[in-house]
């Protein structure tokens, strides 16, 4: 069985909780406090999780796991092998979301933190974060279910846990980076996104 390290309400953990749920696996979990970190470093090098442990192995990163979990249990596949397009739409948005899209999010956390959420720069950076958010209720404008239409891919997978916990009333979790989601995002404006978020809901999850 899988064993994955975590920490309450880390969306990265969802995405692999997301992923080994589709796919039918099991996970033993290992929760650790956000605060105490040292089992993970431990076992991994680094504090961030998820974790994977799996026969000898560790993984770390959660799209370097959700590519693993795709070779190790290939169905439903995240990335298409029947599909090039597919595959390359999926694998642009996974390096977006995770190389671009985070960006202004982890810098505003940073801002908060250091008690300048109302400098020009925070400013800056949640309007051009704010702007993106309008992109996801476009991408769903085909009707879905899913972001790239009927086949639910990694893209899927890698977005809706941060946009899920985007759309929670304000305040509703302990970390500022999702207070940041919440306050800033809007997307409880966008009605194919939140019903998107609520579908989502319903699949299963490890
Ligand atoms: N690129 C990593 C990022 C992992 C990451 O930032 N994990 C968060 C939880 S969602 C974490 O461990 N944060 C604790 C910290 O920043 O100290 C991934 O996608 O797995």
Redesign the pocket.
């Known amino acids: 069985m899988l064993r994955v390290h975590s920490?309450p309400f880390?969306?990265?953990?969802d995405r692999v909780a997301l992923a080994a749920g589709l796919k039918g696996l099991q996970i033993e979990w290992i929760e650790h406090p956000y605060e105490e970190r040292s089992a993970v470093v431990a076992v991994s090098g680094q504090?961030?999780?998820?974790v994977v442990e799996y026969e000898g192995a560790v993984i770390?990163?959660?799209?370097v796991i959700l590519r693993w979990l795709d070779d190790l249990a290939p169905e439903p596949r995240l990335w298409p092998d029947d599909d090039d397009v597919l595959r390359a739409r999926v694998d642009v948005f996974v390096e977006w979301f995770?190389g671009v899209w985070k960006g202004p999010p982890n810098a505003l956390e940073a801002l908060w933190q250091a008690g300048k959420k109302e400098s020009d720069e925070a400013r800056a950076l949640a309007a051009q974060f704010a702007a993106w958010t309008p992109w996801f209720e476009g991408l769903l404008a085909h009707g879905g279910p899913y972001l790239f239409g009927e086949r639910l891919t990694a893209a899927d997978v890698v977005a809706w846990p941060f946009l899920r916990y985007a759309s929670w009333p304000e305040g509703s979790l302990p970390y500022v980076f999702e207070h940041v989601l919440q306050e800033v995002c809007g997307v409880r404006e966008q009605p194919r996104l939140m019903a998107w978020i609520e579908r989502l809901e319903e699949l299963p999850r490890a």
């Open positions: 920490i880390s969306a990265n953990v504090s961030l999780v998820p770390c990163d959660s799209p995770n």
